[in-house]
């Protein structure tokens, strides 16, 4: 699986859009980008994934640049209950073999 | 559904004590596997299964064994504790080609090793 690189926190005020980075330069072509969350002490939560296309859903969207070897999360409307450990996670789809989590962002939201 | 469950939600052992760390999912999942998380540490894989009667290592197996005899439970043994075993061990299922890899966690167990 290819290495991620996040920066290990980030603040964004309340009600404003949270942009998140990922650099997973070395990716493969059937490689997907993954994001997860982790809110204080609880399991991980599935957000978003994507290939090269940006994608939405109810909770965020991708933007995955041309070149694959960056990626951004962006969470449109951040309130509290966003403050969360967030991972970038880079896979082929369908492995069995688990996740690999590196030590995500912290986000933290102001009011 | 009640989804992924993990019991107990809390445990504590002295060095050498052997016990079992419960999971169990109702969503018919085929992928089965045990992370641990340590502080200001991401999960780590520590075994993972593909199938009832199927499991293999992940990352930082040494110490826990598993089986998985049905669909829905696959239990975590401890076989002699140490400290170094002190963490958060999470359990997750997912199914092959559901959102690719989206797995569902269970909410962990807090395991203090004296």
């Known amino acids: 699986d290819a290495k991620t690189t996040q920066p290990p926190s980030m603040d964004c005020a309340e009600g404003r859009a949270a942009n998140l980075p990922c650099n997973h330069s070395?990716?493969?072509?059937?490689?997907?980008v993954y994001w997860y969350r982790q809110i204080h002490s609880q399991g991980p939560q599935y957000i978003i994934h994507?290939?090269?296309n940006n994608e939405t859903n109810e909770m965020a969207s991708l933007i995955i640049t041309e070149d694959r070897k960056s990626s951004t999360l962006i969470l449109p409307h951040a309130t509290l209950r966003d403050t969360a450990v967030y991972y970038c996670?880079?896979?082929?789809?369908?492995?069995?073999?688990?996740?690999?989590f590196g030590k995500g962002t912290h986000l933290i939201i102001q009011p | 559904n009640a989804g992924v469950t993990q019991t107990p939600k809390f445990q504590v052992l002295k060095t050498g004590q052997s016990m079992t760390l419960q999971c169990a999912q109702d969503?018919?999942?085929?992928?089965m596997s045990w992370y641990r998380q340590d502080p200001g540490m991401g999960l780590r894989l520590i075994h993972y299964?593909?199938?009832?009667?199927?499991?293999d290592q992940g990352e930082v197996p040494n110490g826990y064994n598993v089986s998985r005899s049905t669909t829905e439970d696959f239990p975590l043994r401890l076989l002699s504790a140490a400290p170094s075993q002190t963490s958060v061990y999470f359990c997750?299922?997912?199914?092959?080609?559901?959102?690719?890899?989206?797995?569902?966690f269970g909410p962990g167990t807090r395991l203090t090793v004296l």
């Open positions: 996670i880079v896979k082929a789809r369908g492995g069995a073999d688990g996740l690999t």
């Open positions: 994507g290939l090269k």
């Open positions: 969503m018919n999942h085929e992928y």
């Open positions: 299964s593909v199938g009832a009667g199927i499991t």
């Open positions: 997750a299922s997912s199914k092959p080609g559901l959102a690719g890899n989206e797995q569902f």
């Open positions: 070395t990716i493969s072509g059937n490689e997907y």
